[in-house]
């Protein structure tokens, strides 16, 4: 029988499962056909739990309905012990912030700065004290261009690749300044700001843009590229509620 890790976020749902110490995607959705997903499942008939993160309540209520004969195992924020959060509204907290810090925690046992690049982009800290600390959330990379084109229909659409001469030489040069290296260069300041107060640090990127991340800062502030962060953090989270048991 198996079990299945599924993250569920604002856009896309990410099922994985762990053979041979070895973590396997199989699939990546978005959230739209999650009813579809979830009957897939269903008509498997060899999942015995799932393990799951959400920041989607009406898709969890939806996996818990349809999966109704399946074990299902939802970290939830207020599952996290108080003395790992120093936050001060974990009611509002996203569980997979705080998942993606531990996942790089336990790989790393010092302070960790964790960037998870997807429709939003955060960025927070998990001190050596195994305490997750808070950090940012800003808009992904995708919203910065989505808003560029429907604010400003008028300028010419770029692609995220698009930066070339500084100062821009022309306007697609000074678009692509202005909106990938926008998003880049709050990133890199942000993670300077980070390191300034809490040294060493290791730096983590996941998410759909960590590739895009790492190719541009990965030189100036070096970072560990890790795809199946939150996963790891899942795993590392059954561990740690055993262990308080």
């Known amino acids: 029988m198996r079990k299945i890790y599924l993250d569920i976020g604002n856009s896309f749902i990410k099922s994985a499962e762990k053979r041979d110490q070895t973590w396997q995607m199989t699939h990546k959705e978005e959230v739209g056909v999650a009813e579809n997903l979830f009957k897939s499942f269903a008509e498997q008939g060899d999942i015995e739990t799932i393990i799951s993160s959400s920041v989607r ?30 936050y001060q509204t974990p009611q509002t907290l996203g569980i997979d912030r705080f998942l993606v810090c531990l996942g790089a925690f336990v790989q790393k046992g010092g302070n960790v700065i964790v960037i998870d690049a997807g429709s939003a982009c955060t960025i927070d800290l998990m001190t050596k004290d195994k305490v997750f600390r808070g950090g ?67 730096v983590f990127v996941t998410g759909g843009d960590a590739a895009y991340i790492s190719s541009y800062l990965n030189e100036e502030i070096p970072m560990i590229v890790r795809d199946f962060l939150l996963f790891e953090g899942m795993t590392a989270f059954e561990d740690m509620a055993d262990g308080s048991r």
């Open 136 to 202: 940012v959330i800003m808009p992904g990379l995708e919203i910065f261009h989505r808003s560029m084109r429907r604010n400003l229909p008028e300028l010419p659409d770029i692609d995220r690749e698009m930066m070339g001469n500084w100062p821009g030489k022309s306007t697609e040069e000074c678009v692509g300044w202005g909106v990938n290296g926008s998003y880049l260069m709050a990133i890199g300041s942000f993670l300077n700001k980070f390191k300034a107060e809490y040294t060493p640090a290791e």
């Open 57 to 86: 309540r009406d898709v969890l209520d939806m996996l818990n309905s349809i999966l109704s004969g399946v074990e299902i195992k939802t970290i939830t924020t207020d599952m996290i012990p108080s003395e790992h959060l120093d």
